[in-house]
């Protein structure tokens, strides 16, 4: 396993990470998560993803409870606040008390001191950029947060959130986690050039497209029984069978190169300097030993254009 620096920051992540959203606490039985989890730390793997509202809450009991079997020190551990928590008007949002109130409850739940990294999940145009990063810099100084991060802003937020924490002398914002894969690729035009100005990396997810960029899917009317695709309504919506062929493309490319076509996505999208870690959700051990493998390939300038014309 290789690893990279978070943005501009000093904190170390492997190229390869760990989700949970969709899968633990949900469709996913426990016994596998915690296995995935295991099989993860084992691969080298010492980032972990979570949030507060996977599950209301259940995802982060698990993973929690699974890492809290090795060290503190050894592995990094994000989750994020924005969602909705509850029915009262300030159970959702970045204000400063939801904020606070949502931090404390999912340090309960992880059953931890602090977590490495704390995402706004979203922007929220109804609360002052600088009382959300005002709350996250007052837990930093705490000691309960130790990274700002950031998902799905738009470049003008990002700037917006930047220009407040320089002007309040805020902690600044570290990372992003935007979805980047194949098949969506937004971030490229504005969002990468942004960050890298200014020292936010990107932890990108969906980065196999739910499941699409792995090769297990023949025909859009045919979805393997044990698929993300078979189980949620809107991901067998969103795969085409114009996707499938293209995917099928890469897979010659794949087969080339001596890799699987997973981990060619992921190899593609490691290089992307500014992209700190590929953030993959896994239902089974196995599958996180593959995608783990896709860390330190690199991919030659022939293979890179041969995707770029599948792709075009």
């Avoid at 992540?13 to 633990?24: A, F, P, R």
């Avoid at 928590?85 to 606070?100: A, C, F, Q, V, Y």
């Avoid at 007052?138 to 470049?155: C, F, H, N, P």
């Avoid at 996707?243 to 890799?259: H, N, R, W, Y």
Wanted: aromatic letters at 8%; proline letters at 4%.
């Amino acid at each position: 396993m290789q690893y990279r620096r978070l943005g501009g920051s000093g904190l170390k992540v492997s190229e390869i990470s760990l989700g949970s959203w969709l899968t633990y606490g949900g469709y996913v039985e426990k016994q596998n998560a915690v296995k995935a989890i295991e099989t993860a730390y084992d691969q080298g793997i010492n980032f972990f993803d979570t949030a507060n509202v996977y599950e209301r809450g259940e995802a982060e009991i698990v993973v929690g409870e699974t890492l809290r079997n090795y060290p503190r020190e050894s592995y990094v551990l994000a989750t994020k606040v924005f969602g909705k928590m509850g029915e009262g008007p300030n159970d959702r949002g970045l204000s400063r008390k939801h904020i606070t109130e949502q931090a404390n409850a999912s340090l309960k739940r992880l059953g931890l001191d602090y977590v490495d990294i704390l995402y706004c999940h979203r922007f929220d145009p109804e609360t002052p950029v600088q009382e959300t990063l005002r709350a996250i810099d007052d837990l930093v100084r705490q000691g309960k947060v130790l990274y700002v991060g950031i998902s799905e802003w738009t470049a003008a937020n990002i700037a917006e959130g930047l220009a407040a924490a320089d002007r309040y002398l805020l902690d600044r914002i570290v990372v992003n986690q935007p979805v980047y894969n194949m098949f969506n690729r937004y971030i490229e035009k504005d969002i990468i050039p942004i960050s890298a100005q200014n020292g936010i990396g990107q932890v990108v997810f969906s980065p196999l497209a739910q499941g699409l960029l792995t090769g297990k899917y023949n025909s859009a009317n045919d979805m393997p029984a044990d698929s993300r695709a078979a189980k949620l309504d809107w991901v067998r919506k969103s795969i085409s069978e114009s996707a499938i062929a293209k995917v099928q493309q890469l897979g010659a490319v794949a087969s080339e190169l001596q890799i699987t076509v997973s981990q060619l996505a992921l190899a593609w999208i490691l290089r992307q300097p500014n992209v700190s870690s590929a953030l993959i959700g896994a239902s089974r051990p196995e599958q996180v030993t593959e995608n783990a493998a896709a860390s330190g390939i690199v991919l030659p300038a022939e293979a890179l254009e041969r995707i770029e014309s599948i792709l075009a």
